[in-house]
């Protein structure tokens, strides 16, 4: 299974062995062609705006579009939920809009109030223990009715997926533990079986 991890800005080399070490072949994509024959995207953490400033560079909206339209697993974590929201609060922003939630930047304060916490997420339908660190991250301010809520801190939403979509506020890469990964990892490998 072959997983791209977006290469633009970013935390993408640990994301990259993240999913090395859960036995997926991962490939840093710096342009939108890298795309094509990927079973899933990571779209890491960075800065959204310089991102979006990047995407727009390369045209990677509209494969981004496309890769989302054929079925394909994208997970985004921080910066990457940000992007993949339906709506942006704090400033509001464009984005891809393909999970129906709505995030607000920056909403856990700024890098000095940068933390870790343990919780709890409900994966593949049972509890697993989490390790979770938050740089600053942006909250989850509201799911939409399709979206489903995988694991929450404070009774707040932290990890949601909505179809092929998965979305995280923090950054799982900068920890060893690798559940939310192996996770992705096999919502790509149902997809690629179910295709």
Known sequence: MTIG???LQGDFALHARALARCGAEAVEV?????????????IPGGESTTLLRLMDAWDFVPALEAF???GRPI????AGLILLAREVLNPCQFSLGLIDVSVERNAYGRQRESFEARGEARLSGRPAPIEMVFIRAPRIRRLGPGVESL?????????????????????????DDLTVHRHFCDLVDRARVAA
């Open 151 to 175: 694991a929450e801190l404070g009774g707040e939403t932290v990890l949601a997926r909505q179809g092929a979509v998965l979305v995280a506020a923090f950054h799982p890469e900068l920890t």
């Open 75 to 78: 997970f985004g974590t921080c």
């Open 68 to 70: 989302h339209a054929s």
């Open 30 to 42: 710096r342009k939108p062609d890298a795309l094509e024959g990927l079973g899933g995207l990571v």
């Open 5 to 7: 991890v977006l290469a």
